[in-house]
Each structure stands twice: as structure tokens, then as C-alpha cells.
């Protein structure tokens, strides 16, 4: 059974941090694309950062690309988003997802919420100026 849990949110003011978790079980960690995405209340879902468990790359949204950094622990089956200087337009549900086995890091694209198979229950942020 696949499964995805996030922890990490809160609430805290504009150019504060905050550091977001997602410990995945369930399926095998290497060669995976897992990445963060946010939706805003009346918003669709967009993503934000991708790794690609197998070499570690990494990709950032230009929104939040020099705040945000996506990482992972191995060993831990385990991913985090690092958030500084975050803004009040941060504010959204922060949902960690996983793409299929098999992947490649050319297939860990975050234009399209759908092509990610599976996703953890989400962690709020709220971002007060």
C-alpha cells in the first residue's frame, strides 16, 4: 500500500520559514520522481519542485526558485521542501505526490497534476504579512 505523509506546515509570517517532510512507504524509492505541489483556495493544484530519487536532480518553479529547495534522505525514503523569505502568495494546501516506477528524470515534469499517480494527504501553509 502505497503511502505518502507529509508533515512540517504551520503558520508563520511573510520572510519566515518553514520546512515541509513526506516519508514515502510502499513502493520502491529508487529511480522515482517525487515532487511538491500547492493549490490556493479557489485555485487549481500547481507544482513547485521535483527530484528524481535516482540521481537527486532537482527542479524549482521559477515562483519559488532562490526560497524553496527540494531535498531527500535517502535512507529514509524521504523528501523535504525548504522554504524561506516565504510570501502571504505562498499561502496554499502543500501536497507531496509520486510518479510511476519506472520513470525517467525527463518524465518528472510538474505542468500536469495528473501525471503524478500518487499523493499524500496534504500540510497547510498560511503565510500572514
Known amino acids: 500500500q502505497v503511502q505518502l505523509v507529509e508533515s512540517g506546515g504551520g503558520s508563520v509570517l511573510a520572510g519566515g520559514s518553514l520546512k515541509l517532510s513526506c516519508t514515502a512507504s510502499?513502493?520502491?524509492?529508487?529511480?522515482?520522481?517525487m515532487g511538491w505541489f500547492r493549490q490556493a483556495p479557489g485555485k487549481e493544484r500547481e507544482g513547485v519542485a521535483s527530484?528524481?530519487?535516482?540521481?537527486?536532480?532537482?527542479y524549482m518553479v521559477d515562483s519559488v526558485k532562490g526560497r524553496f529547495t527540494i531535498s531527500q534522505d535517502y535512507a529514509k525514503n524521504t523528501i523535504y521542501l525548504q522554504m524561506n523569505s516565504l510570501k502571504p502568495e505562498d499561502t496554499a494546501k502543500y501536497y507531496c505526490?509520486?510518479?510511476?516506477?519506472?520513470?525517467?528524470?525527463?518524465?518528472?515534469?510538474?505542468?500536469?497534476?495528473?501525471?503524478?499517480?500518487?499523493w499524500g494527504q496534504g500540510t497547510r501553509v498560511t503565510v500572514s504579512s
Open positions: 527530484i528524481y530519487t535516482g540521481t537527486g536532480s532537482t
Open positions: 510502499g513502493f520502491a524509492y529508487s529511480r522515482k520522481c
Open positions: 505526490a509520486a510518479g510511476l516506477d519506472g520513470r525517467t528524470w525527463s518524465q518528472c515534469g510538474l505542468k500536469n497534476a495528473n501525471e503524478w499517480n500518487n
